[in-house]
């Protein structure tokens, strides 16, 4: 039963939640609304600086979470949502806005500052209305509000706050504590929505769809003369900012006469047309949001401007839809980029292997006969190889002059795929192309059966008298595969979130310690254990680096089954995906059982959308059928909460992994 018939108009249509909270959720399938989640990427770090008052702050922080969303999914899922929900909730005390807690300490400066007082608790929405253009745009509409309800607090004890905190549930929420749980215990009164204090204003929102839905007429545009750039720089895509619907609040006082709706204020920013329509291209993707290619109506343009992009926007589209008996180019383009994926990876491995980028970038300029004799091979064989990685962009052509080509390495090959440069990916390549691509070439059968295909191709290298590695030459070309991916994500892991508090670390399975260096890097007073198998730390000087000061060290053991050593932070980085569920237990009680209240837990790994719809990277690796399985970040902070490690952050850092920080209960 839909008991608001608002809520049944969004029957059929695609509703997106870009919020990774479980309460919003909760309370929206409570409502009826039938919803997918689809956390949004965008960080919560506009200057808060910039807002007259905190309640900017919370609408322009859902907007862009929506937007980020909105914006997303038509390349990273391939479907265009109807509906973006975002919303951001803050507190608001002696104009000071407080969000999420950082630690335990953050926690209690945020409970002291609200103890005694009252204070408000803003909740900002976004609401985004997509519609997908035949000609691959993606129109969209926004609207913004937010609602206020005041809550006092009663005096805290000071052993009332610590036994709160302890607790561990103000670690996600704004403000630092729950209304719907213990933190109920602490508040005097509530004036206001009370949803809106646990993270949706549900009324608010009910009346706002009733305003699109039913009184479509309410558009009405009310142009406002000034219009605010956001903090970021990028282009306002606000549409409709609709104030409070509170009684004695000022959007009360705007009431339009002629109707019970409320009137709408209209913010059009950097544009002075009267259609709310905004036009994003769907020919490319970038996930910052400062950086979207924002195409506003025609209004910025000239005459002579406007018909010259019309013309354009004519021979694109013809281009794009291609005429009735032809594909559309661009739909042919992704599929043959699908089909040709694998020649391209493995032109990069084999141009890896016979280590061509070393060579050119010892010796820039040399033709294809020449890197033939180098690397020992056929000069037409080198010949097309030197040209396929010129078309990938990985190599260029030095003097176009010169009567043959001479090649030398592009940028991209100069930072990634020389061997010795500091983010060099070479060791993870010869993985890919040594392990990786002979399990995918029996994908069908790892389908078929649902296991890797490891003793397959084992039993294959056998048959066919392949030269066998040794066991010590395998474990090196894995060491070096992990070293050289821990190189490049490292640093974005270590500096997720501010790990200032913890002293002491232990890397689970952190093989040749790069993650530990980079750790003790960016947080100068930490020391870490790097814990591994005893074949592995016996290799470890295969791998040396710097240790800064000594605060790498390593012990070795069996994480299943030996005793971990004791530390303030465990970290597990690209460890969980690749255990059975059962292993998985048995490591994370251990872990639970090592850890005191307080301690931390670094998790790393890439995080699957709420909805598993990408991103592909963690799909397509899912596709070796290994032990384990990959997981949304809902899914591994559910893992956690089993072992007593409540989740305080959740970092997408847009980079090769994403982080979450937990804290033991
Ligand atoms: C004040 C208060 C906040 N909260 C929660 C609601 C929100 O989930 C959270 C505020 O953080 P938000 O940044 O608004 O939301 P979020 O990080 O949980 O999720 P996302 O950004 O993906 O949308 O605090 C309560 O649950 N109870 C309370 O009493």
């Given at each position: ?13 695609l ?94 400066k ?60 103000p ?34 929102f ?35 900012d ?36 905004h ?21 910025k ?20 839809r ?52 180098e ?35 592009t940028d ?7 061997s ?33 295909q ?92 710097r ?22 932070l ?96």
């Amino acid at each position: 039963m839909v008991l608001n018939p608002v809520i049944s108009k969004l029957a059929g249509k695609l509703v997106v939640l870009a919020s990774a909270s479980p309460r919003r959720q909760e309370i929206l399938r409570n409502a009826g609304l039938r919803f997918e989640v689809v956390p949004s990427w965008f960080k919560e770090t506009l200057d808060k600086g910039l807002f007259k008052a905190p309640h900017e702050y919370a609408v322009e922080t859902a907007k862009q979470k929506a937007l980020e969303v909105a914006r997303r999914m038509p390349f990273k899922h391939l479907k265009t949502p109807d509906i973006v929900i975002g919303a951001d909730t803050i507190v608001a005390v002696n104009s000071l806005i407080l969000e999420k807690p950082v630690d335990k300490q953050d926690a209690y400066k945020m409970l002291s500052s609200l103890s005694g007082k009252e204070h408000s608790v803003f909740t900002g929405v976004a609401i985004v209305l997509c519609h997908d253009k035949d000609n691959q745009e993606v129109d969209y509409q926004m609207i913004a509000f937010y609602e206020e309800t005041k809550v006092k607090f009663a005096d805290l004890s000071e052993d009332m706050l610590w036994e709160y905190i302890n607790s561990g549930e103000p670690m996600d929420k704004a403000g630092g504590y729950g209304i719907q749980a213990l933190g109920g215990m602490l508040v005097e009164y509530v004036h206001g929505d009370f949803l809106n204090v646990v993270g949706f204003p549900l009324n608010h929102f009910c009346k706002q769809l009733d305003i699109i839905y039913n009184h479509s007429s309410s558009f009405a545009v009310e142009k406002k003369g000034s219009a605010h750039p956001l903090p970021n720089g990028s282009l306002g895509i606000s549409i409709l900012d609709q104030h409070s619907l509170q009684k004695g609040s000022e959007a009360e006082k705007h009431r339009s006469p002629d109707s019970s709706s409320p009137k709408l204020t209209q913010h059009i920013q950097n544009s002075s047309t009267s259609s709310p329509a905004h036009k994003v291209k769907r020919t490319s993707y970038e996930s910052g949001v400062g950086s979207q290619s924002v195409v506003s109506n025609s209004s910025k343009h000239n005459d002579g401007e406007s018909s010259r992009l019309t013309q354009l926007n004519r021979q694109q589209q013809t281009e794009q839809r291609g005429t009735e008996n032809q594909p559309k180019t661009q739909d042919l383009k992704r599929i043959c980029e699908l089909m040709d994926g694998f020649k391209a990876s493995k032109a990069l491995f084999t141009a890896s292997k016979f280590c061509m980028f070393d060579l050119l970038h010892n010796k820039p300029g040399l033709d294809a006969a020449e890197v033939a004799e180098e690397i020992k091979a056929s000069v037409k064989g080198t010949e097309c190889l030197l040209e396929a990685c010129v078309s990938l962009g990985l190599l260029k052509i030095k003097d176009k002059a010169h009567p043959k080509p001479l090649f030398e390495n592009t940028d991209l090959a100069t930072s990634f795929l020389r061997s010795d440069a500091p983010f060099s990916l070479h060791g993870y390549i010869q993985h890919c192309s040594e392990t990786l691509w002979p399990l995918f070439s029996h994908l069908e059968s790892a389908v078929q059966e649902g296991v890797s295909q490891h003793q397959r191709v084992k039993r294959q290298k056998e048959l066919c008298q392949d030269p066998v590695c040794s066991s010590q030459e395998l474990k090196l070309r894995f060491m070096s595969g992990m070293h050289s991916f821990a190189k490049i994500t490292a640093a974005a892991v270590a500096t997720a979130f501010d790990l200032s508090r913890f002293r002491t670390a232990c890397d689970l399975g952190g093989c040749t310690g790069a993650m530990a260096h980079e750790l003790v890097k960016a947080h100068p007073g930490m020391s870490v254990t790097v814990f591994d198998l005893p074949a592995v730390v016996e290799m470890k000087e295969h791998f040396l680096q710097r240790n800064t000061d000594n605060k790498v060290s390593f012990v070795a053991g069996d994480f299943l089954k030996d005793e971990l050593p004791k530390a303030d932070l465990y970290i597990l980085a690209r460890v969980l995906h690749d255990l059975t569920d059962e292993k998985l237990h048995i490591l994370l009680s251990k872990i639970a059982q090592t850890a005191s209240s307080g301690c931390g837990l670094l998790l790393s790994e890439i995080f699957l959308d709420e909805d598993r719809g990408g991103p592909s990277r963690g799909l397509l690796q899912a596709l070796s059928l290994s032990e384990g399985k990959q997981r949304s970040a809902g899914e591994y902070k559910l893992l956690l909460e089993r072992h007593g490690f409540i989740t305080a952050h959740t970092r997408h850092t847009g980079h090769l992994l994403d982080a979450m920080l937990s804290v033991k209960a």
